[in-house]
Nanobody, 116 residues
Framework: QVQFVESGGGLVQPGGSLRLSCAASGFTFRSSGMCWYRQAPGKERELVAEISSAAFTTNYAGSVKGRFTISRDNTKNTLYLQMNSLKPEDTAVYYC?????????WGQGTQVTVSS
């Protein structure tokens, strides 16, 4: 059974940083492209960042480019999202999942709130 368990969210002031983690199981992690999505209240889910299976390639939404860094540890089946220079508009629930696999269920996500 494919599972994603996101963690690391919280309340942070504008300009602050957070590091999200995603523990993945039920599939061959090292062979799978991965990505982070987010969903803000009242908005559709948005693709934030993606990374290839061996981490050779990364891509970011324009709204987070230069501030967020996606990475992975294939020995731990874990995906990360380092978020710096956070803005109030980054407030959302963040989810990880396999890239391009529409049948995967969504995890519970981790709430990120950026507020003073």
């Amino acid at each position: 059974q494919v599972q994603f368990v996101e963690s690391g969210g919280g309340l942070v002031q504008p300009g602050g940083s957070l590091r999200l983690s995603c523990a993945a199981s039920g599939f061959t992690f090292r062979s799978s492209g991965m990505c982070w999505y987010r969903q803000a209240p009242g908005k559709e889910r948005e693709l934030v960042a993606e990374i290839s299976s061996a981490a050779f390639t990364t891509n970011y939404a324009g709204s987070v480019k230069g501030r967020f860094t996606i990475s992975r540890d294939n020995t731990k089946n874990t995906l990360y999202l380092q978020m710096n220079s956070l803005k109030p508009e980054d407030t959302a629930v963040y989810y990880c999942r396999r890239l391009g696999v529409l049948s995967d269920s969504w995890g519970q996500g981790t709430q990120v709130t950026v507020s003073s």
